[in-house]
């Protein structure tokens, strides 16, 4: 996808992040919309790969009809697209896109990937809302719709089921607007009825090569000039993880196309560790089991110093166990 080309029709787009409380938020401010809105209007709520009724519950809860979009559907006015499970939804030049490609901030859908997608193809004509929702995905994307002229809107964390996502968009970029949820629509729809036409325009290189790593173009060399590289590697395909020059908020890529905030870096790495540790136990509890039944073995053949050595063997395991698993529950505890 080409950025800001010149085809395409001129509406406004508005795109919408949520997770964490996301649901319940979705349907307040669609509540509020306008059938006649003169906008496109996307969005992403963080479902996973699970089976998805956003779409529906989305349609009876407003004036607008929500839909799962297919790959290269045109938009339309009074639709809300809806990023379907396990797959980024983007905007390019009048068309929705879908993709299964790495996912980012360790989720997929993503946020980000609509926001940047949004930047790049409306400019200045792109309005970008972060609401509730958990660690900081829609950060960077919020702040690559800022750097191409767009508005960014946030949620008043303070009301939020989860501040930390809009607290983090407040945080890290300059935001035009944060509201309450219920005044979201109408500053919407105030913010439609003045915003610019969709135009081309160009946009920051770093931003553009950041996307080209997403679709998979020339990955090294495009990671190479927007970033450096770390001694972090990537908690979902072991390589090398790079710190991106632009910021904040603190961002990392792998050359696959991973990508990770600090915080989403640091969950994913808590997730491995926690998995490994567990793996730990199980591994050694499966030993000291083995290590039992060798040493029965061994005295049912009268063979009493292999027995005894492998008694010996079996409670050094069993020592280890319970000290890791000590480690666990405290860790648990504290958590």
């Known amino acids: 996808m080409e950025p800001n080309s010149r085809d395409g029709p001129p509406h406004p787009l508005v795109v919408i992040g949520a997770s964490f409380g996301g649901v319940e938020a979705l349907m307040t401010l669609v509540a509020g919309l306008p059938k006649d809105l003169q906008a496109f209007v996307a969005l992403v709520l963080h479902v996973g790969h699970h089976p998805s009724i956003l779409p529906e519950l989305l349609s009876r809860a407003g004036p607008l009809r929500a839909v799962h979009p297919r790959e290269g559907e ?112 109408p500053l919407l729809v105030r913010l439609v009825g003045t915003a610019p036409p969709r135009a081309p325009q160009t946009a920051p290189e770093a931003l553009v090569r950041e996307q080209s790593i997403f679709e998979g173009i020339d990955p090294m060399e495009n990671l190479k000039a927007i970033a450096t590289p770390s001694q972090l590697t990537c908690p979902e395909c072991g390589g090398t993880l790079s710190e991106i020059h632009a910021g904040p908020p603190l961002r990392f890529r792998c050359h696959t196309g991973h990508a990770y905030s600090a915080k989403s870096l640091n969950s994913a790495q808590a997730e491995k560790t926690d998995h490994t540790l567990q793996s730990s136990v199980r591994a050694l509890q499966e030993r000291e089991q083995l290590l039992l039944r060798m040493a029965a073995v061994a005295r049912a053949l009268d063979d009493e110093p292999q027995a005894h050595a492998g008694l010996q063997e079996a409670a050094r395991v069993r020592e280890r166990f319970r000290r890791l698993a000590e480690l666990l529950t405290a860790e648990a505890g504290g958590a």
Not at 100 to 126: M, V, Y
């Open 74 to 185: 045109p938009m339309q006015l009074g639709r809300i697209y809806v990023a379907p499970p396990d797959h980024h939804l983007l905007v390019g030049a009048g068309a929705l896109h879908l993709s299964r490609g790495p996912r980012e901030n360790h989720t997929r859908p993503a946020i980000d990937p609509l926001f940047r997608s949004a930047a790049l193809h409306w400019g200045s004509a792109a309005i970008g809302v972060v609401l509730t929702g958990e660690l900081d995905d829609g950060t960077a994307g919020l702040a690559a719709i800022k750097s191409c002229g767009g508005i960014a809107v946030v949620q008043d964390p303070q009301e939020a089921a989860a501040p930390s996502m809009p607290a983090s968009a407040l945080g890290n970029v300059q935001v035009d607007h944060c509201v309450l949820l219920p005044a979201i629509p």
